[in-house]
């Protein structure tokens, strides 16, 4: 039984280019939700998807956007990339339930230069 | 606003000491959830509180949830080596809302 995969694993951006990430959720969930993770800090919600929508979003700007397919994977996209966009980008995945825990995938390393 | 706060930020200690993270929100949560994240890895499920005043134990961590539902604890009597990593605390403010997470406490320990 697979847990959450991302990928890549690695990513180096230049400023202003655009990046995709994708994310498959654990077998049975149907709900993700994307948190970005500066080095030494905790997850910052960005948003989550479930039903092929975006249902709750975090504190981010429009350069963040998503998208999630009827197989429940889901892509963050982000644009004109900034060096305050270097982070680690966390896929979570859980099934509809409210409050139900996330299972996290191992997450995109992005380094913008 | 919603946020929640966790101290401290760095616990050193030596192997079998006693270790004690907090977790504090200015408004009441609907519940929270603790994390595990090794170094290197992604955040781990440990457990969900959901009473006020609720203790939950698991063999040598204990985790509770104030009386008030603003607070947090988790603590883990006589540490090992495999206890280090940060642990997060993460609480939800309306049922079905999102799960906003504190900045953590990074713990080492000493063999």
């Known amino acids: 039984d697979a847990g959450v995969t991302q990928s890549p694993t690695h990513l180096i951006k230049t400023r202003g280019q655009q990046v995709t990430l994708r994310c498959s959720p654990k077998s049975g969930h149907d709900t993700v939700s994307w948190y970005q993770q500066a080095l030494g800090q905790g997850p910052q919600f960005i948003f989550q998807y479930y039903e092929e929508e975006e249902r709750q979003r975090g504190n981010f700007p429009d350069r963040f956007s998503g998208h999630q397919f009827p197989n429940y994977s889901s892509e963050l996209n982000v644009n004109a990339l900034l060096l305050g966009d270097s982070a680690l980008y966390l896929c979570a995945s859980s099934p509809r339930a409210a409050n139900s825990p996330l299972h996290f995938g191992n997450g995109t390393r992005l380094t913008v230069t | 606003g919603q946020q929640v706060m966790q101290i401290p930020q760095y616990q050193h200690v030596q192997e079998g000491e006693d270790f004690t993270t907090y977790c504090n929100s200015s408004?009441?949560?609907?519940?929270i959830q603790w994390y595990k994240q090794r170094p290197g890895g992604h955040p781990v499920f440990l457990i969900q509180?959901?009473?006020?005043?609720e203790v939950k134990k698991q063999k040598r961590l204990t985790f509770q949830f104030g009386e008030a539902k603003k607070n947090s604890s988790l603590h883990i009597t006589a540490t090992q080596t495999t206890d280090v990593g940060t642990y997060f605390c993460?609480?939800?403010?309306?049922?079905?809302?999102?799960?906003?997470f504190g900045q953590g406490t990074e713990l080492s320990v000493k063999p």
């Open positions: 408004t009441t949560l609907s519940n």
């Open positions: 509180l959901v009473k006020s005043g």
């Open positions: 993460a609480g939800i403010y309306n049922q079905g809302g999102k799960l906003i």
